[in-house]
Structure formats: structure tokens, C-alpha cells
């Protein structure tokens, strides 16, 4: 159970990108709209994978201002803990699933005057919705996209038809790259700056807005949620009085929802802070892999956002 | 150390801080009369070619700190005769600047809560602006009830200019307004009148 509640849907469409990106369209099997949301929200896809439930967050690539279907563009991750691989081989039209109600943790600023977005890679898909939404809307938005190379380049047609001259795409492999410098010195006042993609890339632009002076009220960013695979151990939940065994390819949150325990959660990525536990006792090193937590109270040992993190001995949770 | 005689109050209060140099392309440095003193303090502990990189903008008033920061050499000094006919300057100074540059307001809190609109209004976050409180505590107020805006307000309570009633002076802001909220104090009883305090100076 989450904070969100689930939404029962039936998968419309599997629409191959390229290579390495899908396209998943979800309705209700009714045929009802879907609930409304803007630009830059995720959902949280339910994924019974044999025994394993895994549930990934996904940005909607779709219109905000369309509900009659929801769209997640995910890239295969043949590294990743086996979410994108599940949904690459196993999910097909007509299938049912489960999702989350949308949340937003990247949303636009309205005020602003003008949108500077900057994309990586399938960082590139809360952009999609997002520049829909200006588009019916009428605000201003830049696109700055690196791709590995034009055959991976994600959406690009469909947003050099939307965006025009303001849509600027860097060919990786053959050496272009956003000049940051440049770009973060010559917004007009009042300018948002928007990053998602990898975290080198993410890290590398916020480091020189805060170079550049932007006021972090003008800073957004948000991260996949990268909850690589780690050794297995164990973690007892004091509060509910279970000890159960975390996986290879399992969250710490993931099996502590398999043992039928309540706990909340909202981005599943380590950003948001709705899953902090209160760490009891450990005996290996806490393994700390989210951006919600200061370096402090990392270090102190006494809090976990189980979503991300792990441990590399024993764990003792106050839930 | 701040020098602002402002007492806590609600959450809509503004509060302000105290000006302090930021490693920034450019510099836009806005404040009339007392603040002026909070701009030399703030180029006093600039780091060096802080002042090419700066423009100021000033009000002179009871305090007129002009040929002071005239001598700082910013980069572009203006002055203007009163707060309001410095504002259209001042949107076409935002409609210009870039991100990058970090905007200082210091003095009255008209002079920053106008100021700061103004910014707001060309997209800016009213975070992204640093604050410092110097002289006056006089108010620009909102009637509440026919929205007219009293301003140089220093005393409690105090009347609308608009609409004659008595006005409890809030310390309800309203950053939009760059104005206090003004509520009637005797609507239950017209006839009384209580005695007007000079709080705000």
C-alpha cells in the first residue's frame, strides 16, 4: 500500500522507439479518463515479476492535457535490478497492471517567463509532457538534448516539429556538447532552469548554476531513480516484529512491501524523503544511495530511505 | 549584524537580512535613503572589482547617502526623486538583466516590497533577491475593504485615504501588493474612535 491508492489499467499499446526505448500506453479497462496531471509527474508501475513484485517509477511522456491514456517511455536497462527488462519482454497489449495515481516532484514553474531544459538521454521523457503543457499553454520553452546518436535520439522529430528553432539536440558520438557556460550567462531574468538525465550530468549543471549565481528557487532537477543491484541481506522491522531477507535484485523498500508491511513512499528514487526509516541498530555499513539525506545524517546512522539504500551486514528498522 | 528595529511577528511579515557579496556575473544594488549605508557595508566587504561589475540605484531621502556611494565607482550609478518614479527604470533594468545577477534591495520596506514586485513580476523568486531593512518603519497599506493603498502609514490605527475608515494596520503583507493589510477597527461601533499611536517611524 502507498500513499497514491492504484489504479487498475489494461496496457493499450507497445510502441517501439528505437532500439532501446518502448512506449507503453495504459487505459482504464473502462475506458473512463485517467486522473488529470501536469508535466513532470511520474507513476509507479506495479510489476509482478514471478515471485518478485517491483514497483518503478516512470516519468508520463504524454500530453497532460490528454487522459484517456497514460504513456511511460522506458529504456532497457540491461544493468539496471530487471524493472525496464520486465517491461521490454513481458508487458503486451492487453495485459493488466497496476499503477500508482500520478505525483509530481518536477514540476514547472508558471511564473516563469521562459523554460531552459536541459535533457540527457530518456531524461529527455518528463521534457515530452512538459513542453506539451507550454505548447497549450503558451510559455516559452528552450530544449537542450544529448543522444547518444541520431538513431537513439529519442522523440526528436516529434519535438523539432513541436519546439522548431528552439530545440537544440548534441550528437554525443560525434563530440557535441552543451556549452553550459554559455548558456547559463545568457538567460533573461526571471529564467527556470529544468535538468533530468544522468547523474554526472545532473551534478555537472548544477555545479555551474551555482557557478553562474541562479538562485536554487530557480534550480530543477530530478534523477532516475538508479537502485542498482547490491548484495543481499537481512533486516528486521522491530515495529512489526518480521525479519525478512532483502534480495539481489530487491529494493530494501520492495521487500518490505513483500512482507506485507505498510510502509509510504512517493518517488522511489531517494529525492522526496516519504519512505525515511529510523535505523534501530546495524551491523554492516549503511550503504546510503539518496539525495534526501544531508552528508550529516548520513554519517549519524540513524535514518535509511530504504527506496535507494542499502546494507552490507545485518539491519535493524523501526517498522 | 542587522540594524532592522523589526520585531517578530506572523509568517506574512517579511523579515530581511543583511547584504553580503555573492561571487556573481553582475550586481544590481537598489535602495533609497538609510539604505544607502547598507550598500557602503556591502562594498566594504565585496570582494575586489565588485564595484565594475555593479550598478546602483538610489533614492536619496532624510538620509542621503549619494555622494558616498557615488565615490564606491559602480559601474552605472542612477539616482531617482522618489521610489515610484524609479519603478519603470527599474522594469526595464529586470527586462535587460540576465540570470546570473544577483539583485540587493536595502532601506524602507516600500522601497523593497516595490522593488521586489517588480522583479517578481518579471519572473524572478522573491528568494533569489537578497533583503536589508535600514531606516523607516512606515508602511505602505491595502484597505482591505475598497483596496486603496495609504502610504508613508505611521500610526496605528490609522485611516484610508480612499474611503475615510479606520483601519487596524495588519502585519499581514502581501508581496503582491508590496502593501500591509488595512481592517476596519471599529465596524461594529463607528462611533468609537480609538486614539491614533505613531508606531511605524
Known sequence: MSLHGAIDVVVSDVVAINDLVKRFHFERPDGEPLPAFSGGSHIVIEMQDGETLRRSPYSLSSSPFRTTDYQVSIRRDDQGRGGSLYMHREVTPGMSMRISHPANLFALDKRAPKHLMLAGGIGITPFMAQTAQLRDTGGIAELHYGVRNRALGTYVDELSDRLGPRLHVYLDEAGERMDLDRLLSSQPAGTHLYVCGPAPMIDAVLEKAREHAWPDAHVHHERFATTAPGEPFTVELRASGLTVEVGREQSLLEAIENAGVNAPYLCRGGACGQCETRVLSHEGALLHADHWLSDEEHAAGEAIMPCVSRCSGALVLDR | ?201
Open chain 2, 1 to 201: 549584524m542587522t540594524m532592522s528595529r523589526i520585531e517578530p511577528s506572523i509568517r506574512s511579515r517579511p523579515v530581511y537580512g543583511t547584504l553580503s557579496a555573492v561571487n556573481a556575473t553582475a550586481h544590481l544594488c537598489v535602495a533609497d535613503a538609510a539604505g544607502g549605508a547598507a550598500l557602503r557595508e556591502l562594498f566594504t566587504h565585496a570582494p575586489p572589482g565588485f564595484a565594475a561589475r555593479t550598478e546602483i540605484d538610489y533614492v536619496p531621502g532624510p538620509e542621503d547617502h549619494t555622494d558616498a556611494l557615488r565615490a564606491l565607482a559602480p559601474a552605472r550609478f542612477h539616482t531617482s526623486p522618489t521610489v515610484p518614479a524609479l519603478l519603470p527604470r527599474l522594469v526595464r533594468q529586470f527586462e535587460r538583466m540576465h540570470m546570473g545577477t544577483q539583485v540587493y534591495l536595502a532601506g524602507s520596506e516600500t522601497l523593497i516590497g516595490l522593488a521586489m514586485k517588480t522583479g517578481m513580476e518579471a519572473g524572478l523568486d522573491f528568494e533569489a533577491m537578497q533583503t536589508e531593512h535600514r531606516g523607516t518603519l512606515a508602511r505602505r497599506m491595502q484597505c482591505v475593504h475598497c483596496k486603496g493603498i495609504t502610504e508613508g502609514v505611521t500610526t496605528q490605527p490609522a485611516t484610508c485615504e480612499h474611503c475615510g475608515l479606520l483601519l487596524l494596520v495588519r502585519d499581514h503583507y502581501s508581496r503582491r501588493h508590496a502593501a500591509f493589510q488595512g481592517v476596519n477597527i471599529n465596524a461594529e461601533d463607528p462611533t468609537d474612535v480609538p486614539a491614533k499611536e505613531e508606531i511605524f517611524s
